[in-house]
């Protein structure tokens, strides 16, 4: 079936460093998803993105669509404390009509 | 605070046992998803309703069905309950019925099976 691989699994920065984190498939998405998921909290919805090559920014945070519709980048620039969490992606076929998330991405920011 | 709200927040049950989850949406949005997540298989999509009907299915076990009710709140039941059904079980809704629309999670349910 159809997977995510997302990575790395965990990263631990300094403060005001940039972040990049990516997912991979062997599968076409239509749809790229990023969330944000703080401890105790369900998943917020960061970026999504539609077409391919895309490139979507939303604040300090930018994500694009791959051009083989198979991939998806998620960066963070200038880390800070409240950065910290788990970072899922997720891809949308249309069709299957799955929605499948990756493993997620733990980040952890050192002040 | 997402305006999706989600009982009970804590479920603590045996194996074999049936349990309901229980969700109500943001005021106006028609659709309710279903997700899960555990230690060792991530987030997971269950299921989708819009409107009242069926949308979208996922890796949902035969043992779990849900429902959405004429007033948009949802159910999701599990039965025949095992060790790896402990998990927290995530309600999200959204206004339209297309997956990649944005949607706003509950809190969550955490459901222990002992």
């Known amino acids: 079936g159809q997977q995510l691989n997302q990575s790395p699994q965990s990263m631990f920065i300094q403060e005001g460093e940039d972040v990049s984190m990516n997912c991979t498939s062997s599968?076409?998405?239509?749809?790229w998803l990023w969330y944000k998921q703080d401890p105790g909290e369900g998943p917020v919805l960061l970026i999504a993105l539609y077409k391919a090559g895309e490139l979507t920014s939303n604040g300090r945070l930018t994500a694009q669509f791959g051009i083989t519709r198979k991939d998806s980048f998620l960066n963070i620039s200038a880390s800070i404390p409240s950065d910290v969490g788990i970072y899922f992606c997720a891809g949308h076929s249309s069709n299957t009509g799955k929605l499948i998330f990756g493993q997620g991405t733990t980040l952890q920011v050192k002040p | 605070d997402s305006g999706v709200t989600q009982t009970p927040k804590h479920l603590i049950t045996a194996t074999g046992q049936r349990v309901t989850l229980r969700c109500s949406p943001r005021?106006?949005?028609?659709?309710v998803y279903w997700y899960q997540q555990s230690l060792d298989q991530g987030l997971q999509f269950l299921i989708q309703?819009?409107?009242?009907?069926?949308?979208a299915k996922g890796n949902i076990l035969e043992r779990f069905s849900a429902q959405q009710f004429p007033d948009l709140h949802s159910e999701l039941n599990l039965s025949s309950l095992e060790l790896g059904d402990s998990a927290l079980y995530f309600c999200a809704s959204s206004v339209a019925a297309g997956l990649s629309d944005t949607q706003y999670f509950g809190p969550g349910t955490r459901l222990t099976v002992l």
């Open positions: 005021s106006g949005d028609l659709s």
């Open positions: 599968s076409i998405f239509n749809t």
């Open positions: 309703y819009y409107n009242g009907e069926e949308r």
